[in-house]
């Protein structure tokens, strides 16, 4: 599964845009979060151009990966024809958030309806399957990680987070890993809500590094400092004609 970043940076760092991403296979398109930066960007590099259907997961409610969604929705609804699929994990709680904010957004069910992850099993080439995985991130905040099976192996995407419990667990069950997408810090805060990049190097080991991609980058010292630690950052690609 080749996941395309159509961003790489945290809230605050709009020069590297939201750290969303997607893939695309024949006319349906699946995007991991979509942050206020994402709609500008599909309409802008012609992504939305062939699609028929969109899919999206949604890690937490902060705005850097949920921003677009009311746009979504309504571009669903109004241009496509064909409602938003909003997959979550079976929390009802974070279920209703999710359709809260579709409603505070202007979305009815005519422009979206909920999937169970399950639902989505076996119905990509791209993944068996996707499962939510709840971390720690925000303290007032129920926030997810992604784990995909694909037929290369499985992937771990952290989305948020301020643990790397997620990750340990992960890589302590699962034989074949194909890619770690994962989350960083530059600067270590009491209480901070993100994950300093010296406690991910406490838990891996190079064979792990060597599959682990990085996003959400604070700044530009941030960007420095992980390749100066030997990490591989996500690339964004514009695929502009
Ligand atoms: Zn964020
Ligand atoms: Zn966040």
Known sequence: MELIFTG?????????????????ESDRLFLVDCGETMFGYLMLEGVLNKIKEIYAIISHTHSDHCGSLGSIGLYCQFVLKSKLKIVVP???????????????????EDAYEIMYEEELDNKFEAFDSVRYDLTKHDFNMTCYSFIFETKNGAIFYSAD????DNLVNFTETHKTIDRIYMEVT????P?????????????????????????HIRNNECMEKVIDEGFKVVNLVSIKK
Do not use: S
Request: hydrophobic share 40%.
């Open 8 to 24: 790489r940076g945290a809230a605050f760092n709009p020069k590297e845009g939201n750290t969303n991403a997607y893939f695309i």
């Open 90 to 108: 079976h929390n009802h709680e974070y279920e209703r958030d999710i359709c809260t904010l579709m409603r505070i957004f202007g979305n009815t």
């Open 161 to 164: 987070t301020r643990v790397v």
């Open 186 to 189: 530059n600067v270590k805060i």
């Open 191 to 215: 209480g901070d809500v993100h994950l300093y990049v010296d406690d991910l190097l406490t838990v891996i080991d190079d064979t792990i590094k060597d599959k682990i991609y990085l996003m």
